[in-house]
């Protein structure tokens, strides 16, 4: 059997997976509903096998169609690169679609990214600030390049490699009785209660993981999904909090809030995902380089 497969055909196909309506395909691709549905339907034809289920008006990528995921998403960055090969433009070309977590993405991105573009000339960066957990999702899915978090995944499908690292601090409002310079032991702080990222977030699995099995009994106070939120209630005494020393710097150092020292190592790694099927562009490539070699000043 012939088939002459488009890159038109495969750009309509990675759309459908990413946004699992034809209606929301068509919008992104600036195509009309029957343009992207017929494109579809023969690309389905010429490969002899169906790419999606259909699930209550919502295409849901199936099997085969995970099996071309990769393989389109190679090409149509193959294509890319051909298109910039002969450019007069000597910097890299096309976007690089970034993931990071909430840490990261707010208070180490801004930077990175900052001498990323003095140093390569490169300006087309999208940023998505999400948890960890919705990050590792979307490079699974394709919509993403690369990701920025602050936990290490074990997903089968992706690649982690660490490229910086972070401290984590507990704080407390200005007022409670053991914020200030004596290091303490955590056992001190039974029934204690924490405000808590949601499910998801690296600074939740951190807490979880280091903090709270040494302390018997916790109550959990809050569950809040934003840095600034988190540090207003401790500020307000409505409990203590473990998050990031770059995240609260500028609240201690204001005095809304101070750092209960304890005796714990509370440092954490940062960590680069990719997909590992993901072809890797000379853009992503020098993006990835780059991100392993950077220190903050």
């Not at 149509?76 to 990071?100: V, Y």
């Not at 979307?138 to 290490?152: F, P, T």
């Not at 934003?226 to 207003?232: D, K």
């Not at 020292?261 to 790694?269: A, E, G, T, W, Y």
Request: with cysteine; glycine share 4%.
């Amino acid at each position: 059997m012939n088939t002459h497969i488009s890159l038109k055909q495969l750009k309509v196909f990675v759309a459908v997976t990413q946004h699992q309506t034809l209606t929301s395909a068509s919008d992104t691709l600036f195509l009309s509903k029957a343009a992207v549905s017929m494109s579809l339907s023969e690309l389905e034809k010429q490969i002899g096998h169906a790419l999606f289920d259909r699930v209550n008006n919502r295409l849901v990528i199936n099997q085969e169609g995970q099996k071309l995921l990769p393989l389109a998403d190679e090409l149509l960055s193959r294509a890319k690169d051909i298109e910039s090969l002969f450019s007069d433009e000597q910097s890299f070309r096309g976007q690089l679609r970034i993931g990071a977590s909430d840490t990261i993405g707010n208070q180490v991105a801004p930077y990175l990214l900052s001498e990323y573009r003095q140093s390569h000339q490169h300006k087309a960066q999208q940023l998505f600030i999400s948890n960890s957990a919705l990050i590792c999702e979307k490079l699974i899915d394709y919509e993403l390049d690369i990701g920025l978090i602050e936990g290490k995944t074990l997903h089968p499908e992706l690649e982690s490699t660490p490229f910086s690292e972070d401290e984590m601090c507990i704080v407390a409002s200005v007022d409670h009785p053991l914020a200030g310079d004596e290091v303490i032991d955590l056992s001190l702080l039974e029934n204690s209660e924490w405000i808590l990222r949601e499910p998801g977030s690296g600074t939740r699995e951190f807490f979880l993981r280091a903090v709270a099995p040494r302390i018997e009994v916790w109550h959990e106070a809050f569950e809040l999904n934003t840095t600034e939120a988190i540090l207003n209630c401790v500020s307000s005494g409505l409990g203590l909090a473990c998050i990031s020393r770059l995240a609260a710097h500028t609240a201690i150092r204001d005095g809304r809030i101070r750092e209960i020292p304890v005796s714990l190592d509370m440092k954490r790694r940062f960590w680069l995902l990719f997909h590992k099927e993901k072809y890797q562009s000379p853009l992503l490539r020098s993006f990835i380089s780059f991100c392993q070699q950077w220190q903050r000043s």
